[in-house]
């Protein structure tokens, strides 16, 4: 009795030993449980390098709007407009007023109009150069807030300013041309007329040709330059 009580006993014991399931540490990862789902930091480098990647590109192809592109060459234009109109006026002036500094005080009244026309071609110019030196101020405004901008706002305010602009270079250019008229004039009579003139004590010294007359006409000439490159530069932004 007792033996057979024993392996009844045993019998029991293994089958509910069969039953057992197999250990945690002996489980195997299978296609429900991969290992890259436990672990996310394996594919956050390659979604970041995906992502260095592809913004920069998307950036650099994004079209320029037709607000960038004027706000460009309102603002290269001005400042060139700046320096060379600006440089050659400036010039201009220093000898229009050397000229009249150290001139005899006898002047005859076609010299003393056209050294007049000259400075105020200068003057015109002076002014010409600071207002086209506003193109650059709109696009810097334009720039600034390109939220208050459409396109057509843009561009009538940039043509509003061209328009002044241009006019303040052709009147310069028109009374440079008129003043020049009067300078070579009255060199050319001098020219003609101091083969028979004689110099005495200085007396007869206005009726020729000199050093200080060919300045003035060099200086008219460099404001004639300067409003010319101004209205050159009011033409190009008027065909961009």
Known sequence: MHMRGGSLLLLSVGTAALRLPPPAACARPTLASPVRAANPALSAPRAAA???TTTPVLAATAPPTPLTQLASRLWSWGWLNWWVQGALSVVGAVLLLFANSVSSASVSAPALAGRALALAACATSFASTFWQWGYT???VRI???PERWTAASAASNAARALYVGTALNLVGIGIAIVGAEAIVGNLAAKALTQGSAVVLDGRAAAATVQALDVLIV??????IA????GLLT????KLA
């Open 50 to 52: 995906a992502r260095r």
């Open 143 to 145: 720039r600034r807030r």
């Open 226 to 229: 300067a409003c010319f490159f």
């Open 137 to 139: 101020r709109l696009a």
């Open 234 to 237: 009011s033409m190009r932004l």
């Open 218 to 223: 060099q200086a008219n000439t460099n404001t």
